[in-house]
């Protein structure tokens, strides 16, 4: 590895909070420590971190629900202060229509701080070269367009969607490992690994207890949030009153996305009876190829094809998975409950790892560019997709996806745009 290149980075705390529940199922807080090692990964290094969080009140006598996440973000804070990033503080309102509590100038101050940053970097007052902005938010977009007026790289971060945007010049999607290196501690099993322990009990012809303990209060459905020891999530609706932080020993008797507004990760529907016969509606599945860099294409035993949304490198060809099926109109959504076997070895890839850093070392034949995995002899075909202004010598973080039919070497799909040269 060499250099890294020095950066300046922008969060919204509470939008990555997000992506860690979509992620992984749990919502967590960024730690500073946590960026710093996810963008060396990236060959970034933090010169300085903003982190907006909701800190203020425009109400002199918030409700005790506002106040109590007033209090909580106060805390927060501090750590991210103690860490040593600079914290943008925004204000946490209730709105009584809506009956929860929205933060307020979040995006408006990650917005400004953008275009600070970009005439610090300009006029030589920061010694970063580029900025990183954590944040799926499209609110954002005249701030990167406003640096990329002054030729400062602004890359938006996220593990969805930003690669897809037509104004996004400069992009970064997470992979797994940098998700977990980001949030706080998410239990013993993250990622892959939990989602393996799902599928497999999902798929089992035999049912078994697991203790769980009781993580949050009912929603307004009745519903109990659940937690097991392995980290898995879970709903419970017991229809009697429980404590938080009771244990019980729960059957899982299905799946369910949760919440149902854009949630992505299977939570298990628990009951005190044992189920009768399989999950509904989980099937097992191979994976056929690769449709982007979040976007999988599957086939079920039935014959059936869907695409998954999945983290980046996550999975390969000829892999086995359970997937959830969930009969919504004609096109049914297919979601990722986990893989039932370990990826296969592809062949003319030596990383032990399935993300690498590569360089296009000629101009694109068709939709793919020849490339070479830097610090390895490996030749790669590099999927031109979401690579506009990519030409020789661009460097890319990218992950295997299977081998290129015509060139019989590994091909590989890109998690980044063109990054900062080591």
């Known amino acids: 590895m060499g250099d890294l290149t020095p950066c300046a980075v922008v969060v919204d705390s509470r939008n990555a909070r997000g992506q860690s529940r979509k992620a992984f199922g749990w919502p967590r807080h960024i730690t500073i420590e946590g960026i710093r090692s996810a963008l060396n990964l990236y060959g970034l290094d933090p010169v300085s971190i903003d982190v907006g969080v909701a800190t203020r009140s425009i109400d002199n006598r918030p409700s005790v ?21 600079n914290v943008l503080e925004g204000y946490l309102v209730e709105r009584r ?38 944040s799926e938010d499209m609110d954002l977009m005249p701030a990167y367009e406003f640096a990329l007026e002054r030729k400062v790289p602004a890359y ?146 039935a014959g059936e094809e869907a695409s998954l949304r999945v983290l980046p490198g996550t999975l390969l060809p000829g892999q086995r998975v359970a997937v959830l099926r969930h009969a919504t109109g004609p096109d049914p959504a297919t979601y ?10 592809i062949a003319g890839w030596s990383s032990q790892d399935t993300i690498a850093r590569v360089k296009l070392i000629a101009d694109a034949q068709g939709a793919w560019y020849p490339g070479e995995v830097l610090g390895t002899t490996d030749r790669v075909m590099v999927h031109a997709a979401f690579l506009d202004h990519a030409r020789i010598d661009t460097e890319l973080m990218a992950f295997v996806c299977g081998v290129h039919d015509g060139a019989s070497q590994p091909a590989v799909m890109p998690i980044t745009c063109c990054l900062p040269a080591w």
């Not at 973000?73 to 991210?80: D, H, I, K, S």
């Not at 400004?112 to 580029?130: G, P």
């Open 65 to 85: 629900k506002v106040a109590h996440l007033l209090a909580s973000n106060a805390r927060y804070a501090e750590q991210l202060r103690s860490g040593g990033a």
């Open 97 to 134: 229509s809506k009956g929860k509590p929205e933060e307020k100038q979040i995006d408006v101050l990650c917005a400004v701080q953008v275009c600070r940053l970009a005439d610090a970097i300009l006029s030589e007052q920061s010694t970063a070269k580029c900025i990183v902005i954590m």
């Open 156 to 301: 938006a971060v996220a593990f969805d969607t930003v690669h897809k945007r037509d104004q996004q010049r400069e992009w970064i999607l997470l992979s797994e490992e940098a998700l977990r290196l980001i949030h706080e501690p998410l239990g013993r099993q993250v990622g892959s690994g939990l989602r393996t322990r799902l599928a497999t009990i999902a798929t089992s012809s035999e049912p078994r207890q697991l203790r769980w303990t009781v993580h949050a209060p009912p929603d307004d459905a009745g519903q109990f949030l659940m937690r097991t020891s392995l980290g898995a999530p879970g709903l419970w609706t017991p229809g009697r009153s429980v404590e938080v932080g009771a244990k019980i020993d729960l059957y899982a008797k299905g799946l369910r996305i949760y919440p149902t507004d854009g949630g992505r990760f299977p939570h298990l529907i628990l009951s005190e009876d044992a189920p009768s016969g399989p999950m509904p509606e989980v099937q097992t599945a191979e994976v056929l190829y690769w449709q982007g860099p979040t976007a999988a294409k599957v086939r079920t035993l």
């Open 336 to 345: 990722l409950v986990g893989p039932l076997e370990g990826r296969p070895a």
